[in-house]
């Protein structure tokens, strides 16, 4: 590509500069208008400036996305279930980028590609700098809706507001969790919320086991004592 598409796709100190260029000049320039238009939709919905790295990534992954379609092999995503539920703005914008792909290139690519386009438009984020991966982190949430559901019985309203509340504190959990920013350890919340919520409290401490069982690391008692506070709203929704 030329130096006024280099400039604008990748960090002038990228380490990789080379490797990319190199790559970028084996793909053909429809895809890298194509990443450019949904980049620019995914700034305007989002109101930011997603990180240059977006440019090469993304133009990357649908070049290659699209040669494995016409090869008839699987597009199936493991996490696409986890994107479109915990991420919908994103997986809202993935899905506009499907329908760039079928207007440019007349052929349209499984749903469950939007949840990989959703997937770069996260990791582009500022917000994500630093933090911990997303694919740790649907994994953590998915476990932590999955034991809630078990213990439950299967009888908690994954339509209800209280449930969406409870997956969007869960990524906010999972995100301190893993990136070691947990709430401070303050113990007061979690007495009084044992006293007021015990079966809530029941459920989260064995949740809260099966988390250190996994991952090694256990929450603070202030992080505790918010998953019994959205444990007990979706029992009583």
């Not at 790295?53 to 133009?59: G, K, P, Q, R, V």
């Not at 929450?219 to 007990?232: G, N």
């Amino acid at each position: 590509p030329d130096n006024a598409i280099f400039k604008k796709f990748m960090p002038l100190d990228d380490s990789r500069k080379s490797e990319m260029i190199q790559s970028l000049n084996n793909i053909p320039p429809v895809y890298i208008s194509i990443t450019s238009q949904i980049v620019t939709y995914a700034e305007q919905q989002l109101q930011l400036s997603l990180l240059p790295s977006i440019y090469y990534a993304l133009t990357d992954h649908l070049a290659f996305s699209v040669q494995r379609y016409h090869s008839k092999q699987s597009l199936g995503n493991r996490i696409y279930w986890e994107m479109k539920t915990y991420y919908p703005e994103m997986f809202a914008i993935g899905e506009y980028g499907l329908t760039v792909v079928e207007a440019t290139l007349q052929l349209a690519l499984p749903r469950e590609e939007a949840a990989n386009i959703a997937f770069h438009i996260i990791n582009a984020t500022p917000a994500a700098a630093g933090k911990a991966n997303i694919l740790e982190v649907t994994q953590l949430v998915d476990n932590v809706l999955q034991a809630v559901r078990a213990l439950t019985g299967g009888t908690i309203d994954t339509t209800s507001l209280n449930y969406e509340r409870f997956v969007t504190h869960m990524k906010f959990f999972a995100e301190r969790y893993l990136g070691d920013t947990m709430l401070a350890d303050d113990g007061q919340l979690l007495t009084s919320v044992y006293t007021v919520y015990p079966e809530a409290a029941k459920i989260a401490l064995k949740v809260q086991k099966a988390i250190i069982a996994i991952y090694d690391k256990e929450p603070t008692k202030e992080e505790l004592a918010y998953l019994i506070i959205h444990i007990h709203r979706v029992l009583t929704n």
